[in-house]
């Protein structure tokens, strides 16, 4: 009930934006973007630029020339060359740049969900209010970046591993849960698909916008396993194509970061990854 609530207070309302905002260089930027859908608490924008997660974007909506201070709370889509799309959400909640009046909650309605999540850095839980944009983007690309008072840094956040092994297909993938031989133990319990050893070419695009091309070390029905040398969070939304040729057509599914490894006496790391569910 509460989904659909929530629901009810999106808008899918294309409206003309100019950005502006200061890059990892600490040039001042100026960028055109469109919303593609507004609620009470900001909007998703898509924009030929990519954005930080937590960075501060004043955002001018140009059809009524209101501004306004939002945070980028993250991608909901993958960047590309045709821009991406984020979630961002106001840093004063009173204020209202789209000259629309939404619904008043009603008596005992909060605009805020409850979630636990994991502080990626010291691995400590944390029950905290969430916004419908930052329940959408941990939807996609998984990782929010917020203070920690427990380790006092500003860092990824995500929903805790045991959370993400439970969720996703009715059948799990090969990938087990945790880096213990008690977690490697209780994963084998759980597989339901067969791993093939198989070393197939595999394009890891995340919603950052980066892209690499690596192989696979195991695949099953429900996942793969893959090297690398980059670091992605548990909890991570990647876009993986498998196997990848350079020509030719390719077929890009939804996949999320399950387990990690490191691999002795190497930079690189064996990252585990589900597939998403038909139709999700």
């Known amino acids: 009930m509460k989904e659909e609530k929530r629901r ?17 260089k600490g040039q001042a930027f100026e960028a055109a973007a469109r919303t593609s859908v507004l609620s009470r608490h900001g909007a ?28 980028v709370v993250g ?20 204020e209202n740049i789209w000259g629309i009046q939404f619904p008043p909650l009603g008596p005992g309605e909060t605009a805020e969900s409850n979630g636990v999540l994991e502080c990626r850095n010291c691995r400590s839980l944390q029950l905290m209010p969430l916004s419908p944009i930052e329940v959408e983007v941990l939807q996609t690309s998984g990782i929010l970046t917020k203070l920690c008072a427990q380790c006092q840094t500003t ?11 439970a969720a996703g297909p009715e059948h799990p993938s090969a990938e087990s849960q945790g880096n213990s031989p008690a977690g490697d133990a209780r994963g084998r319990e759980r597989r339901r ?15 950052a916008g980066g892209v690499e091309i690596t192989q696979s070390e195991n695949i099953s029905k ?26 030719g057509e390719n077929i890009e599914v939804r996949a999320r970061v399950v ?3 490191e691999v002795e006496g190497s930079p690189r790391r064996i990252y585990g990854i589900r597939f998403a569910s038909q139709g999700r």
């Open 75 to 94: 991608a909901v889509t993958p960047f590309s060359a045709e821009g991406g799309e984020y979630g961002v959400e106001y840093l004063n909640h009173t």
């Open 259 to 261: 387990s990690t490894r």
């Open 155 to 165: 860092g990824p956040w995500s929903y805790s591993d045991r959370q993400i092994a």
């Open 44 to 71: 998703r924008i898509r924009i030929n630029r990519r954005l930080r997660r937590g960075q501060t974007v004043r955002l001018i909506n140009m059809t009524v020339r209101c501004a306004a201070d939002f945070r």
């Open 8 to 24: 009810s207070d999106r808008i899918m309302l294309s409206l003309p934006l100019a950005v502006h905002g200061t890059d990892e």
């Open 222 to 247: 429900g996942g793969l396993g893959f090297a690398s040398e980059k670091k992605y969070q548990i909890g991570e939304g990647l876009m993986v194509t498998c196997p990848y040729q350079s020509t």
């Open 193 to 207: 698909h067969r791993r093939a050893p198989l070393r197939l070419p595999v394009r890891i695009r995340d919603y």
